[in-house]
């Protein structure tokens, strides 16, 4: 699976939209980006995925760039309940396979 | 989103016991199961894959003897620690995929090794 690369830490205001970076250079054509979160002390809560279209369901919006390169996971309102560490990960849908972690950001929002 | 519960949240046992902890698709048929664990400070990691009703596959540096994997119907897998020593505690989640969609983790355990 590609490898990500994400910052390690960001800050956003309750209220304001939080835009996570995810850089994804090695893509290959048949690999998805999927986005998880864990709040401290959870498992992973599943937010959204996308292969190359941009995404939106009722947590977020996924904008994945034209050459699949990077992506950006957008919260349209943060929340003081959004904070948690992102995860952005790179996978070919295949039955079988799992989902590998890197470290993500640690998002904090502070009203 | 689909939900997987775990049992128990938390448990705590003496060096040398053996604890199991229960993994349960409610609302979907997990054909694979995944067990992580991951310790303070640090993100996730893939101990072992198991798909309904075959041996678990475990990652390198993962003793299949020492974290026996069950996963004998499509809603339930357990995760046995045998002979535990402080150096398992750790935060256990499992995850469950049924075939190629999305893949869903339960709430996690915690367990301490005294």
């Known amino acids: 699976d590609a490898k990500t690369t994400q910052p390690p830490s960001m800050d956003c205001a309750e209220g304001r939209a939080a835009n996570l970076p995810c850089n994804h250079s090695?893509?290959?054509?048949?690999?998805?980006v999927y986005w998880y979160r864990q709040i401290h002390s959870q498992g992973p809560q599943y937010i959204i995925h996308?292969?190359?279209n941009n995404e939106t369901n009722e947590m977020a919006s996924l904008i994945i760039t034209e050459d699949r390169k990077s992506s950006t996971l957008i919260l349209p309102h943060a929340t003081l309940r959004d904070t948690a560490v992102y995860y952005c990960?790179?996978?070919?849908?295949?039955?079988?396979?799992?989902?590998?972690f890197g470290k993500g950001t640690t998002l904090s929002v502070s009203s | 989103g689909a939900v997987v519960s775990q049992h128990p949240s938390w448990v705590i046992c003496k060096s040398g016991t053996s604890v199991k902890i229960e993994c349960r698709s409610l609302?979907?048929?997990?054909?694979?199961m995944f067990w992580y664990r991951q310790f303070p400070k640090q993100s996730l990691m893939l101990m072992a894959t198991s798909n309904e009703g075959s041996k678990a596959t475990y990652e390198q540096g993962v003793e299949k003897d020492k974290f026996l994997i069950n996963h004998a119907s499509l809603t339930l897998s357990t995760l046995t620690v045998t002979s535990a020593h402080p150096e398992d505690s750790s935060f256990y989640i499992c995850?469950?995929?049924?075939?190629?969609?999305?893949?869903?983790f339960g709430p996690g355990t915690r367990l301490l090794v005294l």
């Open positions: 995850s469950g995929r049924e075939g190629r969609e999305t893949q869903y």
């Open positions: 090695t893509i290959s054509g048949n690999e998805y």
């Open positions: 990960i790179v996978r070919v849908v295949q039955a079988g396979t799992a989902l590998i």
């Open positions: 996308g292969l190359k």
């Open positions: 609302d979907f048929q997990a054909t694979t």
